[in-house]
C-alpha cells in the first residue's frame, strides 16, 4: 500500500492529505513550547525526532539539529510523518539504494547518515539571520521559491492545486497537510508534509545529458544541441569550490564598518548558475516536419539558416565554433545565472506599486537585461499589467509623456516578444544549478531585436550585470542585508567587476524597507582608497551611447572619483573632470528645480542640467516603495552623465571609479547605470522622456 501510494507521489504532484493523528483542540497552545518540544509530544513524528536527535549541525559540532530546536531562533518546519518517512525509505529500495526498507539495510555507515542529512537539512529553513518564519497565508505563490534556504542550502518552492489553493505541495510532491500546518511554537512554525522534502541534486548538465536519448522528455532537441555545442560540462557547475574552502579556512573575515559600527559579512558561498529558455520536441517536430527521433542537428542548423537570424554566422559541422549557426542559436537560449519564477520580474518601487500589498498585480513595466552566453548579446525580460505575465524581448510603445502613466499604450503584433509561462501547467524543470522554462516561439537575437533595443533608453541596476549576485540570492532580497567582498586579487568574487587595491572596501547593501530611493533597493558602496572596474554589457547596436549613473545625496559621507572607460581595461580613458557625489539638486550650481504646471519651463530646466552634466532622477523610481514622491521629485536623486563615445556591439567596454580623496569614509556610490543612444537623449522631434 505504501509503495502505491509512493508511486503515485514520484509520478507528479501529490495534493492528498496525510494521516492525521493530531489532537486539533492543541493546535495554537505551543505558543510556551518550543519546535522540538511540540515534535516530542505528537507520537507520529517520532521517527522525525528520532533523526533529529542523530543529526549534527555540521562536522564541526557535537550539538544536534535536536538541540537546535530546543533553542531561540526562526525556523520553518516541514515535518514528514512516521508515514511520510517509510515512503521515502520505500524510494530507497527502488532506486537500489537499499534492499529493504530499513535503517540497518545502508551498505555503509557514510551512506545512512548522508540520507539522515538529506531529510533533516532539508526540511528546515533556518531565518533566524533574518527573524523570517512562514506560515501558510505567507508562502510564496505558485512555483516561486522561498527567500530562505533550507539548512542543506537549498531553495525549495510551492506548488497549487488549481482547483482547491489550500491544497498545496512543497517541492512538488510533499503535499503539505490541511489540517497540521500553522502549529505556532515558541521559535517556528511547523507544518506536517507526506513526504520528505529532498530536492534533485540533478544539475542542468547532467539533466540535459539524460533528455538526449529520451524522447519523452519533450526536451531531447535542445539538449542534444547542448551537448554538440560542448556546454554539457560547463552546466554541471555548480559552486566555485575554492571559494568554499577559502570561506572555511576563514579566509573572508567580517569587516567593521566603522560608519554604522556593524559587521559586515562576506558571502557564504560563491554558486553558479544557468537558465535556458528551450523551444520543447513538440516546437522542432512542427518546424522541421520530422518526428523527434529523426530530427538531426543538421537539420536544425538548416532551419536556423533559412530563418536568417544570424546572417552573420556560419554553417558546418564545428557545432563548438561561436561562429558557427548552431552555436549562436542556443547560446542566445542561455544565461548564466539561475534565475527564479519570482525574480524573473523584480518588482520593488516602481511608481504605482506596493509590494508590501500581498498578491498585488503588476503596474508600470520592470525589465531587466541580461547578457547571454556565447557570443555577447542583451536578453530582455519584461513584464507589465498589459504583458499579462513575463515576456522575452517584447518592445511596446509606452503612454511615456510628461503627464502619461508609463503604461503600454499598444504592442504590435511583432513586437510582442514570447511569452514565459510561469503557472502549474508551465512545466518548468528546477535543478540545483539551473532552470528550464519552455517557450513556444524561436528565440533569436534579430534585427527587429537589435533595433528595438537601440532605438530605447537601457537602465541597469548596477548589481544586474553581475551573475553572481542572482546566482547567489543577492538581487532585490526580501529582507535588509549587507555583503562584503574580498579586495585581495586572489580572492576576487565577481566576473564582472574587479576590486584593484587592498584599500578597498567594497560592499554590496539592499535596502528593503529602508526607506531608500534605491532602484530595486540594491546599491554598490565602496569605501577607503577605492579602485574599481566593471565590465559593462554589450551595446546592441554601433552608435555613439551617452552612460549615466544614478547617485543619491542623501548620505554626507559621499566622495569624489575620476571615471575612466573604454575598451583597454588596462588603458582606460580619463572621463572628464573628477565626479563628486556630493552634489545633489540642493546644489544651485546644477539648476535643479522642482517641476512645475509649466512643460515648456520644465524642459528649459532640464536642458539646463544637462548642460552641467545632470538630470533629474526618473519619473519611473519611487523614493520609499509604495510611496508617491518619485526619484524626479528629489532633490536628493539625481543623475551623472558620465560618458559619451561611440561603441561598438564587438567590443566589451569597462568603466572605472577611482577615488581622488585620502580619506577613507568617503564613499563610492552607484545605484544604477543607464545606457542611451544619441537617438533617444538629442532627438529633436521626440525628447527623451522624464521615465
Not at 542529512?117 to 505558485?142: H, M
Request: proline share 5%.
Amino acid at each position: 500500500m505504501r509503495r502505491k501510494y509512493l508511486t503515485a507521489a514520484l509520478a507528479g504532484l501529490m495534493l492528498v492529505g496525510c494521516k492525521e493523528d493530531i489532537d486539533m483542540s492543541e493546535r495554537y497552545v505551543f505558543t510556551t513550547r518550543t519546535v522540538a518540544s511540540y515534535l516530542d509530544a505528537h507520537e507520529q513524528f517520532s521517527e522525525y525526532v528520532r533523526l533529529l536527535k542523530e543529526q549534527p549541525i555540521s562536522s564541526l559540532s557535537q550539538s544536534t539539529v535536536y538541540q537546535l530546536m530546543t533553542a531561540y531562533g526562526s525556523y520553518t518546519v516541514f515535518a514528514p510523518s512516521n508515514e511520510a518517512i517509510a515512503l521515502y525509505m520505500d524510494s530507497l529500495v527502488i532506486k537500489g539504494i537499499i534492499p529493504e526498507a530499513s535503517w540497518d539495510a545502508f551498505p555503509t555507515d557514510r551512506c545512512r547518515d548522508s540520507i539522515r542529512e538529506v531529510i533533516i537539512f532539508n526540511s528546515i529553513l533556518d531565518g533566524t539571520a533574518q527573524d523570517i518564519k512562514y506560515y501558510t497565508a505567507e508562502f510564496p505563490r505558485a512555483n516561486e521559491e522561498f527567500a530562505i534556504t533550507t539548512m542543506a542550502d537549498r531553495k525549495i518552492s510551492v506548488t497549487y492545486n488549481p482547483d482547491d489553493l489550500d491544497d498545496c505541495a512543497i517541492d512538488g510532491i510533499c503535499p503539505l497537510s490541511k489540517r497540521n500546518r500553522d502549529i505556532l511554537t515558541l521559535n517556528g512554525y511547523v507544518h506536517e508534509v507526506g513526504y520528505v522534502v529532498s530536492p534533485s541534486n540533478e544539475t542542468l548538465g547532467s539533466k540535459l545529458h539524460q533528455f538526449t536519448t529520451q524522447p519523452e522528455s519533450n526536451f531531447s532537441i535542445v539538449a542534444r544541441m547542448v551537448e554538440a555545442c560542448g556546454l554539457m560540462d560547463t552546466l554541471c557547475a555548480v559552486r566555485d569550490e575554492r571559494y568554499e574552502t577559502l570561506y572555511l579556512q576563514g579566509a573572508f573575515p567580517k569587516f567593521h564598518w566603522n560608519l554604522l559600527n556593524v559587521d559586515v559579512v562576506a558571502p557564504e558561498h560563491r554558486k553558479y548558475g544557468f537558465t535556458l529558455f528551450a523551444e520543447p520536441d513538440e516546437f522542432w517536430e512542427a518546424a522541421l516536419g520530422k518526428e523527434r527521433t529523426s530530427i538531426t542537428m543538421h537539420d536544425v542548423q538548416e532551419w536556423v539558416e533559412a530563418q536568417k537570424f544570424y546572417p552573420e554566422g556560419t554553417a558546418g559541422d564545428d557545432y563548438r565554433d561561436p561562429r558557427n549557426l548552431l552555436n549562436i542559436y542556443l547560446t542566445y537560449h542561455l544565461l548564466p545565472e539561475r534565475i527564479p519564477v519570482d525574480k524573473l520580474a523584480l518588482h520593488y518601487n516602481e511608481k504605482g506599486y506596493n509590494y508590501r500589498v500581498s498578491g498585488m498585480s503588476p503596474t508600470i513595466p520592470v525589465w531587466a537585461h541580461y547578457t547571454t552566453m556565447g557570443k555577447r548579446r542583451l536578453l530582455r525580460i519584461w513584464e507589465s499589467k498589459e504583458s499579462e505575465g513575463p515576456c522575452l524581448n517584447r518592445f511596446p510603445r509606452l503612454n511615456n509623456g510628461r503627464h502619461g502613466d508609463y503604461h503600454e499604450r499598444e504592442c504590435l503584433p511583432e513586437n510582442e516578444g514570447i511569452r514565459i509561462r510561469t503557472d502549474e501547467e508551465a512545466g518548468i524543470i528546477r535543478l540545483i544549478n539551473g532552470i528550464i522554462y519552455p517557450i513556444d516561439k524561436p528565440l533569436a537575437y534579430t534585427s527587429r531585436v537589435r533595433d528595438n533595443l537601440a532605438r530605447e533608453r537601457i537602465r541597469y541596476d548596477a548589481f544586474e550585470m553581475q551573475p553572481e549576485a542572482m546566482n547567489n540570492d543577492m538581487r532585490c532580497m526580501s529582507y535588509f542585508m549587507r555583503y562584503y567582498f574580498s579586495s585581495d586579487p586572489d580572492k576576487q568574487y565577481f566576473e564582472n567587476l574587479t576590486v584593484n587595491t587592498k584599500e578597498t572596501n567594497f560592499m554590496l547593501l539592499n535596502g528593503r524597507d529602508q526607506g531608500w530611493p534605491n532602484y530595486q533597493a540594491d546599491e554598490v558602496l565602496a569605501e577607503g582608497l577605492y579602485d574599481i572596474t566593471i565590465t559593462l554589457p554589450p551595446v546592441p547596436r554601433y552608435g555613439i551611447y551617452e552612460i549615466r549613473m544614478g547617485v543619491s545625496t542623501v548620505s554626507s559621507t559621499r566622495g569624489i572619483c575620476q571615471i575612466y572607460w573604454g575598451n583597454d581595461k588596462d588603458r582606460l580613458k580619463v572621463q572628464g573632470i573628477p565626479v563628486n557625489m556630493q552634489l545633489g539638486g540642493q546644489d544651485a550650481l546644477l539648476g535643479w528645480e522642482q517641476d512645475t504646471e509649466d512643460d515648456d519651463y520644465n524642459a528649459e530646466v532640464d536642458k539646463k542640467m544637462r548642460n552641467n552634466g545632470f538630470m533629474k532622477g526618473p519619473e519611473y523610481i519611487v523614493a520609499n516603495a509604495g510611496g508617491t514622491e518619485t526619484n524626479r521629485r528629489s532633490a536628493t536623486s539625481t543623475r551623472r552623465i558620465i560618458v559619451r563615445e561611440a561603441m561598438s556591439p564587438d567590443e566589451t567596454y569597462y568603466l572605472r571609479f577611482k577615488t581622488v580623496q585620502d580619506f577613507l569614509e568617503k564613499q563610492l556610490f552607484v545605484d544604477y547605470l543607464e545606457f542611451c543612444p544619441k537617438e533617444v537623449y538629442d532627438n529633436p522631434d521626440t525628447p527623451e522622456d522624464i521615465w
